[in-house]
């Protein structure tokens, strides 16, 4: 069967070891008139002004996007799946996964063959828009690994039976894989 190509980003899925998964997340600053949608699931990184950004391939990763929380012109206090391009707001909030042994789901960009000899490897995110409309990322992971340094290290496939089918042919493309953060802000020992 066919794995179906649906991307949502990173989604919270586990944790490395027996560690308690609580999915929690840590609020941050998004300044002000920040350029960029920001949708649940994107990857973000910390700028060196304190706030986050949506992270890019290559970009040292914080953690996951998960929401914020702002108040608009009017006064009111929205909470919103995704921060929408240009808001201005002097109290706008991330809620970001960013514990450093949190795992993720993902779905591969590969449009070929995924193998289990991927697992260990390691492959940059592959950054597209999410939805306007429900607030969801568009994010997936290369299909190109590597032993090389990458933002991600794929821990397993997913048990998901529509999108775990790994093979040798192009019938296996889109399978959702499980993975860490593997180039963390907060497992480095230099700052922004």
Not at 46 to 73: E, P, Q
């Amino acid at each position: 069967m066919s794995n179906q190509d649906a991307a949502f980003g990173l989604r919270p899925n586990s944790k490395l070891g027996s560690n308690v998964n609580s999915e929690g997340t840590t609020e941050y600053s998004i300044a002000s008139g920040a350029s960029g949608n920001i949708f649940s699931g994107d990857p973000v990184k910390m700028a060196n002004t304190g706030t986050i950004l949506v992270a890019a391939a290559g970009d040292l990763l914080l953690g996951v996007f998960r929401g914020c929380r702002y108040t608009n012109a009017s006064g009111e206090v929205i909470y919103s799946s995704y921060w929408p391009n240009g808001t201005v707001s002097s109290d706008a909030v991330a809620f970001v996964v960013d514990d450093p042994n949190s795992l993720f789901e993902v779905q591969s960009a590969a449009t070929g063959s995924v193998v289990q000899t991927i697992i260990g490897n390691n492959a940059d995110i592959v950054y597209a828009a999410g939805s306007t409309t429900d607030g969801q990322s568009g994010v997936e992971i290369s299909g190109t690994t590597a032993a090389t340094s990458a933002q991600l290290r794929i821990i397993a496939v997913s048990t998901d039976p529509e999108n775990s089918t790994l093979g040798t042919g192009g019938a296996s493309g889109n399978v959702n894989l499980i993975v860490k953060i593997n180039e963390h802000f907060y497992a480095q020992v230099t700052g922004v």
